[in-house]
C-alpha cells in the first residue's frame, strides 16, 4: 500500500512539474497583440517573452519604440507583467490559451482588453 501512495505522489509530481513546464514554454515566444482602449481604439503592438536565468522576461513593442516588461509571472495559466509608459505602470493580466491571449490592462486611470495571436516560427 505505501509503495502504491509513494508511486503515485511522485506520479503526481512528475506530471505536474512536466505541465508547469510546458504552460512556461508555451508563453515565451513573440505575439501580435492588439490593445482596445476605452475609447474603442485599437494599437497594435508586439510582446516578445523571454526565459533568462530561470525568470520570464520581455519587451513589449509598437512603432513608437520598445519597452522592457517588469514583474512577469506565469501562475495557474495567467501571464501578468508591468510595463511602465512614462513613468506610469501598468499592469496586464493574460489567459493564455494555446497560439492565444486575452486579456486586460490597467494603468493611469484606465482599463482595456488586450487579444494576441503568438507568431508563428
Sequence with gaps: ?????????IASIVLTA????????QIIGSWDCTTTTPMGTDMK???TVKEENGKLTGIAGSDE??????DAKLEG???T?????????YAVKLKVN?????GTWSG???TGVIKGTKRKI
Design 108 to 110: 493611469g486611470g484606465e
Design 18 to 25: 512536466g505541465w508547469l513546464l510546458a504552460a512556461e514554454q
Design 77 to 79: 495559466g495567467e501571464f
Design 98 to 102: 494555446g497560439s492565444q491571449l486575452q
Design 45 to 47: 503592438w508586439t510582446l
Design 1 to 9: 500500500m505505501n509503495r502504491r501512495l509513494i508511486f503515485w505522489a
Design 65 to 70: 519604440g520598445e519597452m522592457p516588461i517588469s
Design 81 to 89: 507583467f508591468k510595463v511602465y509608459v512614462n513613468s506610469e505602470p
